[in-house]
């Protein structure tokens, strides 16, 4: 059956602001241990999970799931998939920093056509479609172009891959010489969220999944921002982890022309 992309997109916004009340509404949150202390499961991220699923799956009944949480991960290349990140910023959530989101992508043969990413703390929403543009609250986004000197810089730390720690920390210092400043919010997919509303002018990061960064990519995209790997590849949808660089045209390009070799 074929589905238009503003259809998924409004059945995608639907179930995210239904489950958020999950988020909002949590009580005695108990982190649970998953491959190390710093990474993190709560049974609010599992109970987010399983109502987008259950809504999503009544929505498009051939749909199939890559997600973070239950080992539920099928064919990313699978012709009608949903990319679901329950709680991004998990580690925020467990603390009361009220930073953390639902990430939501559809993706088809390794596209993504529709992405919603919620902050209901802040009750942000932002959405796009494929060749329609990105908007928050229903207003059209765009990233900045201003040069990397004059833009905020968000940085993920990878927190989960310790071998990666020295080449973040260099990268950081690097990105804090070259621009105003970084920023270290703790949600990959609110970070991207930040470089397509034009708050940030780039997003760095090591190492995430693609449940972190697959409604981000296109997000980006439809603002008008670049997405690549941090050697300026580009993204492949396959649920393999891999870095990932962000930002405006002009920042993007300042990041390669400004690195030392
Ligand atoms: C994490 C957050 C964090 C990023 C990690 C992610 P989680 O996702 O996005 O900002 O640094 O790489 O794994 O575990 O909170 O869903
Ligand atoms: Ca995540």
């Known amino acids: 059956m074929e589905y238009s992309s503003e259809f998924i997109l409004q059945?995608?916004?639907?179930?995210?602001?239904?489950?958020?009340?999950?988020i909002l509404q949590a009580e005695s949150i108990n982190a649970e241990t998953k491959t190390d202390r710093r990474n993190?499961?709560?049974?609010?991220?599992r109970r987010v999970q399983e109502q987008l699923t259950a809504q999503l799956s009544?929505?498009?009944?051939?749909?199939?799931?890559?997600?973070?949480?239950?080992?539920l991960q099928e064919d990313p290349n699978a012709e009608h998939l949903f990319i679901i990140d329950p709680?991004?910023?998990?580690?925020?959530?467990?603390?009361?920093?009220?930073?953390s989101c639902i990430s939501v992508a559809y993706a088809s043969g390794g596209q993504v056509l529709?992405?919603?990413?919620?902050?209901?703390?802040?009750?942000?929403?932002?959405?796009?479609?494929?060749?329609?543009g990105a908007f928050l609250n229903g207003k059209p986004i765009h990233v900045t172009d201003a040069p990397l000197e004059q833009s905020i810089?968000?940085?993920?730390?990878?927190?989960?891959?310790?071998?990666?720690?020295?080449?973040?920390?260099?990268?950081?210092?690097?990105?804090?010489?070259?621009?105003?400043?970084?920023?270290?919010?703790g949600s990959a997919a609110l970070d991207l969220c930040s470089v397509a509303a034009g708050r940030a002018?780039?997003?760095?990061?090591?190492?995430?999944?693609?449940?972190?960064?697959?409604?981000?990519?296109l997000l980006v995209e439809e603002a008008g921002g670049i997405i690549s790997d941090d050697k300026g590849s580009p993204l492949e949808i396959c649920g393999r982890n891999t870095s990932v660089l962000a930002g405006g045209p002009q920042a993007w390009k300042d990041y390669f022309a400004k690195l030392p070799e």
């Open 11 to 22: 059945q995608i916004i639907t179930a995210e602001r239904e489950a958020a009340t999950l």
């Open 87 to 99: 709680i991004d910023g998990t580690m925020n959530f467990v603390h009361g920093m009220h930073m």
């Open 201 to 217: 002018g780039l997003y760095l990061e090591q190492c995430i999944s693609l449940w972190d960064f697959a409604a981000g990519l």
């Open 153 to 185: 810089v968000c940085i993920g730390t990878s927190p989960y891959y310790p071998d990666l720690t020295d080449l973040t920390f260099t990268r950081m210092r690097f990105l804090f010489n070259a621009s105003l400043d970084i920023r270290r919010s």
């Open 58 to 71: 009544t929505a498009l009944p051939e749909a199939r799931f890559f997600c973070e949480e239950n080992m």
């Open 40 to 45: 993190v499961v709560t049974e609010y991220d």
């Open 114 to 132: 529709a992405g919603a990413v919620y902050n209901p703390y802040a009750d942000e929403l932002f959405s796009a479609a494929r060749g329609k």
